[in-house]
């Protein structure tokens, strides 16, 4: 009895984390499918939340973060009448996330680290799984996985592998099946073919790289950045070599064979990391060779140039229509409707392809400065270069795209590296309680609306 009580009391001490992982779950399964799904997501870690005591917590990222979603949530009465149609019912579920993972310790939060990475690992088999199912019995695709598009797909797997890295740079030993998660990340992200989450993953790199090169000495520096980059290379070029044999060979039966190669590779990872660790000329000449890698994503998306000079396009274009209402937006969604209606050029697109200035353009200039500066505090309190790389990638692409209006992905982002903790202030129980019981209240309105509508 009293080891089943032991067992419990342990399962209890890592309630949290149970709970956000199911909730992590959940939202990707539905992928933004159905908003009241994301809404009832929100409801059900407020209702945790309202268990919980005081908690330590960064208030320039939950002010910026509550006031955000109040301009959203003006913004959409302003525009539709109601508070509940819009993006905002569901991005409420992100400063929840952010307020209960800061419940977690210090163990905790690594634990949950490593519980997202080995969730992304499913998940990159799960995309890898369908790109053979697609390619035998149609043809071959980019990946989507569950979240149903290759680029929201494939920034979420450049984020997981920054927190990989992040998990391996601190723990004191090898745990399950973990050597083998690197490639299958790698592999999975190569076959999204998202020339933005390639572009993060190199710049992501780079910065740990330069970090390395200011923090030790420049021969580990020149060690640790060429082995870095053979194994990216290594793992991406595997995924693309997959990918080619059977869209460009003709022969779409030929990636059987291939993944099985890969398989091998894969269980010998390991082995391959050390061989580069004790024989650095190949390190460099793989290294090299990552041009080569670079050359035949550009060849296979050879439409890359069109799409980032649309996106140019696109922002500029968006620019203009931040005076039109500069306080409260023109509300969720209806940029696109406005462009449509505008003499300029049609973008097929329901966002701006630069998330900062779609929430200025819809929901307002202050809703867009919240934003900009919940950006610049989680950079300026990364404990880990690896989690702050994660962050700056995320940052920085949503410069170019609107992986932020992903709730799944965003969500997992902000529950895996948000520490609010750190450099943070305590708020009484009752100040957490009426934050959960605010959101957890117009979450039950939206969620109702949803039903009635």
Known sequence: MKVLKCKLGELLDYRIEICLFFALIILFLNAGSKPSIDICVSIFLCAIGLTQDRVKVD???????????????????????????GYTATHTVFPVICLLSSYLKERNLKSFRRICVYFAAVMALIGIGQFL???????????????????????????????FMQCSEIQEKEYFLWQYIEPILLIALALTLSIGSFAAMAVG????????FCKTNTRKAFDFAVTLVAKVTMGISLGLLLYLSSSRSGIPWLCVPLILYIAVFIYFWKEFEKYLKKHKFMSVIITVLSLLAAIAVILIRPSWAATFKERIEMIYSGFKYLTVNPILGVGSYNWRHL???????????????????NVGVELGIPAMLMLIIISVRFLL???????GVATAVFIIHNLMDVVFFNVSVTAFLFAAESELRYSGRYISAIAAKLIFGGFAAVSLYTLYWYIVT
């Open 133 to 163: 199912y697609t390619s035998l019995v149609h043809s071959a695709i980019r990946v989507g996985g569950i979240v149903g598009n290759p680029n929201p797909f494939g920034m979420f797997l450049v984020i997981s592998y920054f927190i």
């Open 205 to 212: 790199i780079v910065i740990i790289i330069v970090y390395k």
């Open 59 to 85: 208030l320039y990222i939950i002010i910026p973060f509550i006031v955000y979603i109040v301009f959203g949530f003006i913004s959409s009465y302003n525009a539709h009448g109601n508070i509940a149609d």
């Open 339 to 357: 462009n449509f209606l505008d003499s300029d050029k049609t973008f097929g697109t329901n966002h701006i392809h630069n998330s900062f200035i």
């Open 381 to 387: 309190k990364r404990k880990s270069v690896f989690g």
